[in-house]
């Protein structure tokens, strides 16, 4: 049993003002292929998808898996905007290239992320499982893994047989869903599991930060996936959230349901999942806080005050990283022992690269904003450079990463690229102790809350974004959509009802 293994994952931010184009994938160790693939980083192999895939798949007898050459991610992060056609084209055509080099293949297996954005393609997943299924035959299985946050329909399922997709915001269960994919995938080319889909799509579209599911009613739903999986052998029930921040056709909630041969009641839970997310509608839009970044560190100067620190405010809104409102209100209000993770200033980066920047230099510059509205204007900081981690002077290509300390016992990081904080430990590895700190001023949606409030660390969480409605904003009415059509989904259409009239 030959199983082709294949990677292409991007969450695509299509409002920041800059393609991620073919560039953007390709460095050190990015295309990836053969072992090189399925063997991975350390991350891979304790939580990816991709790792439990591999891990799994391993486990049967008769099983040969080959790594497809794929890209890994976009050196962007996940502030990366729309994927270039010619980017996209390019990837693509050396998978399939190389899958007909190496075949011929039982099944294949995608790890993908579900909200990629490609200009002038619509739903580039869907065109990954076609053209696969192209490549590999009519007969072959076909599994995808995706994010929560992917924006998909029922056209996947079109070209592939199964899909699995992390239920848990923070995402603690990828690791589990690539072994599922791995089970599920090889019983079905042993004839054990004949895969039968529904999928229905209620109109509900919610901004990232929202979707939470330590808590109600997006916990809810998670549960209510979990209890049909766990009454009925053989059920998979896939909820994705939707990314509001792709203008895409396909953008919104989705449910998928996969059944053993029981299209009857694939429909039936599908119909219940969905019907349930639109009873819960008004909670899943209002049921989480959000403050403005003036009000936040108002909040946060009072959790000192009373003794609840660590305090969190995190920047859920900014998709670039370069965004400076946090910043001005930290240095306006005076707040005092916050850490700041990260301004992304790829410029002031260079220019401190040049400068041969070291530990206790004098530093003054403006820094972070320029890439657009969202991102505000440039900052002043005044202070002493306190730690410098990568190459500086002449030194090219790897990452230099500067923090400054100012102010009262505050440090500000600069990056190249927006990095989103998930546990204070990161801080460790540019050599700052998190245990320095009252509270930390940090970008990052809700992936934080593995590292900062699910082990009890941080008393006090404050959600905060800028008083305009920029790019990761709640309130999408505020984003110019031009493929989405936003009346069309509650909260935002008028007349939006489900199941549709």
Known sequence: ??????RFEHETVTFLPFDTVKDDFIYEGSPARGDALLEGSSYDKSRSSIGGFVKVAR???????????SPLGSKKGTGSGWITKEAFDYFVDNMIKDIKAQGPFD???????????VRDVAKPEAVIA?????????????????DPHGNEDEDFLKYANLAFTIKYYPHYDGYLQGERAARTLIRALRGDYKPTTATRKPPIITASVLQWTGASPWM?????????EARSPDVYVNFYYGFAFADVVDAGMTFQVMTNGDPELANKIADDMANTAWRLRKELVSGTKVYSHTEGVKLAKEAIAKGKTPFVLADHSDRSGAATWLLKQVIDQKLSGTLIGTIADPEAIE??????VKVGDKFDMMIGGRLDESAGDPVRVVGTVNTVSGPAGDAK????WVSVKFGDGNVVIISPNLFQVRWPEVFNDIGINPADFKGFAIKSRVHFRRGFYDNGYAPTILLVEPDQPFL????LEGLKYQHLKLDKFYPYGKNVSYPAK
């Open 130 to 146: 076609r053209r696969v299924r192209e490549a590999i035959g009519p007969k072959a299985m076909i599994v995808g893994t995706f």
């Open 220 to 228: 809810d739903l998670v549960q209510r996936a979990l209890v049909w």
């Open 59 to 69: 486990e049967h007898a008769n099983v040969e898996l080959v790594g497809i050459e």
């Open 1 to 6: 049993m030959r199983i082709a293994v294949m």
């Open 472 to 475: 990761g904003t709640v309130r």
């Open 397 to 400: 290509g790897a990452q230099l």
């Open 107 to 117: 099944g294949a297996y995608l790890s993908l992320h579900g909200a990629m954005g």
């Open 351 to 356: 220019t401190l690269r040049k400068k041969g």
